[in-house]
């Protein structure tokens, strides 16, 4: 199984026990593509992501629109200019502070596309299509666009709030470093605090943290 299948895979298995709703597990799998945004072949995408968020901000800053959807896309694409592959997109800050400007963007998308009368749910499904033809891998557009546009369209509207966005993003970030923690190099996860490669113990120990959450989190279900 390719490397993108796999951290799709283990994304969805670690976020639907803890965010049980089709949109918090569609952004932990966004979550966890986004960190090899970094490597020298997304430079394509990296670019259309800092071309689409200025084209964003030039426009809504114009029409006296809130601008900071394009801003957030900015900061995302300079951020994977700046770092090195498995350097700081692959660090527990930088998991913090990309997943703050997923946020951002997701929030003041949402929130926009209400002000202009689009439903609720379409609106998810605008922000989650938009996601995956900027972040996912080709092969994954297709599956991610229809699989969220039937469970956006047939669950449960979500809650909009940081847990619900920003906690689903932060454990995509999480389970692809820890797929990562069990290839030969390692993952630097405490980067730029420490140089330390965290290896498959730490990949292991992170697994029976999210099984403590998980079994906690179904329990409350039940």
């Known amino acids: 199984m390719s490397s993108y299948r796999k951290h799709a895979l283990l994304s969805i298995i670690m976020a639907i026990p803890v965010f049980p709703a089709v949109f918090p597990v569609a952004l932990a799998f966004i979550g966890a593509m986004i960190p090899d945004m970094d490597h020298e ?7 259309t992501i800092f071309l689409l968020g200025l084209v964003i ?3 809504f800053y114009i029409m006296g629109l809130p601008y900071l959807a394009g801003i957030a896309l900015m900061d995302l694409a300079l951020i994977f200019y700046l770092s090195r592959h498995r350097g700081f997109t692959h660090s527990l800050i930088g998991a913090f ?16 596309l209400r002000s202009l009368g689009l439903d609720g749910r379409a609106s998810l499904v605008v922000i989650l299509t938009g996601l ?3 972040i996912l891998n080709r092969v994954l557009v ?10 956006v369209f047939l669950t449960d509207f979500p809650l909009m709030n940081l847990y619900t966005i920003m906690g ?6 999480i389970s692809h470093d820890v797929l990562d923690s069990f290839t030969p190099s390692g993952v630097r996860f405490m980067r730029p605090i420490s140089g330390r ?15 403590i959450l998980a079994v906690y989190s179904l329990s409350g279900l039940l």
């Open 142 to 151: 297709l599956p991610f666009v229809l699989v969220t546009l039937l469970g």
């Open 57 to 59: 901000f030039l426009v």
């Open 132 to 134: 995956g033809f900027i």
């Open 97 to 112: 502070i990309l997943s703050a400007c997923l946020t951002v963007f997701v929030l003041s998308s949402f929130f926009l």
């Open 168 to 173: 689903p993003l932060l454990l995509g970030f």
């Open 41 to 47: 072949v997304n430079s394509g995408s990296v670019s």
């Open 197 to 211: 490669t965290f290896r498959r113990g730490f990949g292991v120990m992170v697994l029976v943290l999210w099984a």
